[in-house]
C-alpha cells in the first residue's frame, strides 16, 4: 500500500496476556518511529529505527515493553504481561530520511489496545 | 528541553467564521515545528511546517502558520472554518535529530 499500515486496528487483551502489534512502513522509508497516545493526550514518543537498528528506546514506559525491526522494514512492538494502564492508541509512523529538522513522518491509523 | 503547549484544549466556532488555535514552544535554538491534524479513525496528517525559512507558512484546506520568534509561538489560522475542520490539531516539534514531541493536541468543534 501506498501509506503507513498497521495491525490489528483493535486488540482486546486480557491483563497478564502478551501483545504484538505490527507496523509496516512506506517501502523504502529509513526511519520509524512508536508513539503510545492515551485518551485526550497527544503522542508520546516510544521509540526510534534507523533500518534495524533502534537509536532511541527512551520513551518505553518499563521492561515490558519490546520493540524490534530485524530486516530494516517491517516493526512489531510487543507487551508482555499487560496492564490496564498499557490501554492506548500504538501509532506508528515512518520518514524517508533519517532525522533532521523538516523531516515529515506519516502516521498509519493506530492500534488501539484495549487491556480487561 | 524543548516542549509545544497548546493553550486550548477545546475551541468552538461557527462554520464560516475565524479559526484560531494557539500553540507556543520552548527552545534554546530555532525549532522546526509543525502541526499536525487527527480526523477520527484516520491517522495524523500533516497540515503544515516551519524549518526556518519563511515564517508565515501555509498549508493545506487554507490553513497557514506564523512563527513568531518574540512570543514564541506558532498558532494556527484559517480564515473560514468548515465542517469538515472538526478534529484534533497537534502542535509539534522536532529535537532537530529524530524524537518528535507533541503537544496535548486542541479539539476544534465547528457549528452549522
Known amino acids: ?116 | 528541553a524543548q516542549s509545544v503547549t497548546q493553550l486550548d484544549s477545546h475551541v468552538s466556532v461557527s462554520e464560516g467564521t475565524p479559526v484560531l488555535l494557539r500553540c507556543n514552544y520552548s527552545s534554546s535554538y530555532s525549532p522546526s515545528l509543525f502541526w499536525y491534524v487527527q480526523h477520527p479513525n484516520k491517522g495524523l496528517q500533516l497540515l503544515l511546517k516551519y524549518t526556518s525559512a519563511a515564517t508565515l507558512v501555509k498549508g493545506i484546506n487554507g490553513f497557514e502558520a506564523e512563527f513568531k520568534k518574540s512570543e514564541t509561538s506558532f498558532h494556527l489560522t484559517k480564515p473560514s472554518a468548515h465542517m469538515s475542520d472538526a478534529a484534533e490539531y497537534f502542535c509539534v516539534t522536532n529535537t532537530g535529530g529524530f524524537k518528535t514531541i507533541f503537544g496535548a493536541g486542541t479539539r476544534l468543534f465547528v457549528k452549522a
Open chain 1, 1 to 116: 500500500g501506498a501509506g503507513v499500515s498497521q495491525s490489528p486496528r483493535y486488540k482486546v487483551a486480557k491483563r497478564g496476556q502478551d501483545v504484538a502489534l505490527r507496523c509496516d512502513p512506506i517501502s523504502g522509508h529509513v526511519s520509524l518511529f512508536w508513539y503510545q497516545q492515551a485518551l485526550g493526550q497527544g503522542p508520546e514518543f516510544l521509540t526510534y529505527f534507523q533500518n534495524e537498528a533502534q537509536l532511541d528506546k527512551s520513551g518505553l514506559p518499563s521492561d515490558r515493553f519490546f520493540a524490534e525491526r530485524p530486516e530494516g522494514s517491517v516493526s512489531t512492538l510487543k507487551i508482555q504481561r499487560t496492564q490496564q494502564e498499557d490501554s492506548a492508541v500504538y501509532l506508528c509512523a515512518s520518514s524517508l530520511r533519517t532525522g533532521g529538522r523538516d523531516t515529515e513522518a506519516f502516521f498509519g491509523q493506530g492500534t488501539r489496545l484495549t487491556v480487561v
